[in-house]
């Protein structure tokens, strides 16, 4: 029975239809007037509309490879958004009877993908006790030399936790001793409250395939621009079977791309992002102090969302149900990661969109 992927449909249908979409978990989008100045988008405008790289246009491949230590183009390859790159990594690497690892909760949909290709699954989970961190030792007795795959997402989708250099590196030493890859979903990096950018996973393991894109740290969703990096056979590898699927992403959003990717715009971009989320966590913080006793929580320390625990006997869909039809607010249950009792808000919008959707939700809990 195919699987079906259901925080995104459930995101999908309902949060154009409510007046405050506290759901998402990137930052507020930035505008093509934020980003370029009149010379730019005159050119912009008489960009005529062909058919770009299929590897994606050099002049971004250059600018991407930077964040990258020791990368080179070659290493790289462009997505329409960071969904295809995950989607064409799972298609590559996982075949029907492949032991796959899965770090949860996570971003629901390698997961997913894993199902539906017929994996054979295996799954830790980050725990609470420990900051939404890894029990290293479970992991190293999880893995064994039939594992094909371990997937996590750092930092990580809900709880925005960030793995330290000696997780990753014992994470590394574990796949390494198998011969497994490592998946490492990195599309929050770059959005860290501490001021300390997480390093990428493709600097500790040779076997290591990073998915990121433009959607949540760097505020430009709608370009629809994501990437792979990984060693160049792999890459390779997956181009082949990306050849299948979009063939290439739009050579204006790749324009765009360019300047976001650029050093000294991509500084100023996640700036914009990390100083938005600091002053709406203390807000969301605030909020939760006003309900004592009825929230749990592990500040993130990245992204734009919050993982909350909450005391009430209501199922987490039905609470996001409630608040929706009632409140017109919605928030993602942690059903949708197979957690309930659990809600994910996102933190990322404008201060005050944020404030009121928060108000809604307190008028929700307390009828």
């Known amino acids: 029975m195919f699987t079906r992927f259901e925080m995104e ?3 999908s249908i309902y949060e154009n239809e409510v007046d405050f979409n506290l759901s998402d978990s990137g930052n507020h989008p930035m505008s093509i007037n934020d980003l370029l100045d009149k010379d730019e988008i005159e050119k912009f405008l008489s960009m005529e509309i062909y058919y770009g790289y ?5 002049r971004l491949l250059e600018v991407i490879k930077d964040w990258y230590p020791n990368t080179n183009e ?4 462009l997505t329409n958004g960071s969904a295809e790159a995950n989607f064409i990594m799972a298609w590559t690497l996982i075949k029907p009877g492949d032991e796959v690892v899965l770090v949860l909760p996570n971003y629901m949909q390698v997961p997913g993908l894993a199902k539906n290709f017929g994996a054979e699954i295996k799954t830790i989970n980050l725990k609470e006790e420990l900051d939404w961190h890894l029990d290293l030792n479970e992991l190293e007795e999880l893995v064994t030399p039939n594992t094909k795959l371990i997937s996590i997402c750092n930092p990580n989708n809900p709880t925005g936790a960030v793995m330290t250099d000696e997780e990753m590196t014992a994470i590394a030493s574990i796949a390494r001793t198998n011969d497994a890859y490592v998946h490492s979903d990195e599309v929050y990096r770059g959005s860290e409250l501490g001021g300390k950018e997480t390093r990428s996973f493709v600097e500790f393991y040779e076997k290591a395939i990073v998915c ?10 709608g370009l629809r621009i994501g990437w792979l990096v990984a060693n160049e056979k792999l890459i390779e590898e997956i181009w082949a079977h990306k050849d299948y699927t979009s063939l290439c992403a739009s050579v204006l959003s790749q324009e765009i791309a360019i300047k976001v990717m650029t050093k000294k715009t991509r500084g100023l971009v996640l700036s914009r992002s990390s100083e938005m989320l600091n002053n ?6 605030s909020w939760l102090d006003s309900h004592d006793g009825l929230f749990t929580f592990v500040p993130p320390q990245a992204g734009g969302m919050a993982f909350v625990g909450y005391k009430m006997s209501i199922n987490s869909m039905e609470l996001a149900h409630k608040l929706r039809t009632e409140q017109s607010v919605l928030i993602v249950p942690g059903d949708c990661y197979g957690m309930d009792g659990y809600l994910r808000f ?6 005050d969109y ?13 009828s």
């Open 9 to 11: 449909r459930f995101q």
């Open 354 to 366: 944020l404030s009121q959707g928060l108000e809604l939700v307190s008028n929700g809990i307390k």
């Open 74 to 77: 070659s290493n790289i390859l």
């Open 54 to 58: 299929t590897q994606g246009d050099p």
């Open 212 to 221: 990121c894109g433009l959607s949540k740290s760097f505020a430009h969703p």
């Open 346 to 351: 996102g933190i990322g919008s404008h201060s």
């Open 280 to 285: 709406n966590l203390n807000l969301f913080q």
